[in-house]
């Protein structure tokens, strides 16, 4: 079946410590996201990429890294410059924005990782 | 910049009865495309429904609808014979046909359907 996902489901993490989140899709798309979530609020986006070996920064990437070594694979690393980074993190997959002009670009999502900082 | 406005923070309805979820957004472009994605208590996003900004014929699946005002830059979901399985929080977004065809998204509406 194919689909997105993310591991671990939560994640408990000492401040001060970095942390790295982890998802992976086998849908063949090219473009990869990474949202987060905090409650009354909607998804904010935090690191985009459109194509391997390549990745922007969204509106709140400070204290954020990502790599995307593989099409498949895009991991997110809370680092501990991140002051407040307990929150529900989601990625998200699509085909490429740049890739033949799509009528549109639907994302589909991951199952999410809750992040605790203790 | 654009913006996605969801009014109503939470509502309830009535099992069988039809809820309408409110959604403003602002934009001075001509060309995009609106989602209403659910997000369940399990906390999976799924897609609901898109619109086309370029047509004018309202999209339906199933008992989602939706009410889209171009001039008016309003976007309604409306949720016919509601059922206790639509519980679950829902959010509008806005995508702007450029090369980064980027997701802005609105606040979301709890939706609480009661037996």
């Known amino acids: 079946d194919g689909g997105i996902t993310q591991s671990p489901k939560y994640l408990f993490r000492k401040e001060g410590q970095n942390v790295t989140l982890s998802c992976e899709q086998n849908l063949n798309h090219d473009a990869m996201y990474w949202y987060r979530q905090d409650p009354g609020q909607g998804l904010r986006l935090i690191y985009y990429?459109?194509?391997?070996?390549?990745?922007q920064k969204g509106d709140i990437a400070e204290g954020y890294s990502v790599s995307r070594e593989k099409k498949e694979s895009f991991p997110l690393t809370v680092t501990s410059a991140q002051k407040n980074p307990t929150a529900f993190y989601l990625c998200a997959s699509s085909i490429a924005g740049t890739s033949g002009r799509p009528r549109y670009n639907e994302q589909f999502f991951g199952p999410g990782t809750r992040l605790t900082v203790l | 910049a654009q913006t996605v406005t969801q009014s109503q923070p939470e509502m309830s309805v009535q099992e069988a009865e039809t809820v309408t979820l409110s959604c403003t957004y602002d934009t001075s472009e001509n060309n995009y495309y609106l989602f209403w994605y659910k997000q369940p208590p399990s906390r999976q996003m799924i897609l609901v429904i898109r619109?086309?900004?370029?047509k004018q014929q309202n999209a339906t699946e199933n008992r989602f609808s939706v009410n889209f005002q171009k001039a008016a830059k309003s976007f309604s979901l409306k949720i016919s014979d509601s059922q206790l399985g639509d519980t679950a929080m829902y959010f509008c977004a806005f995508q702007l046909l450029d090369s980064n065809y980027q997701l802005i998204w609105g606040a979301g509406t709890k939706l609480i359907i009661k037996p």
């Open positions: 990429s459109q194509i391997v070996n390549d990745f």
């Open positions: 619109q086309e900004a370029y």
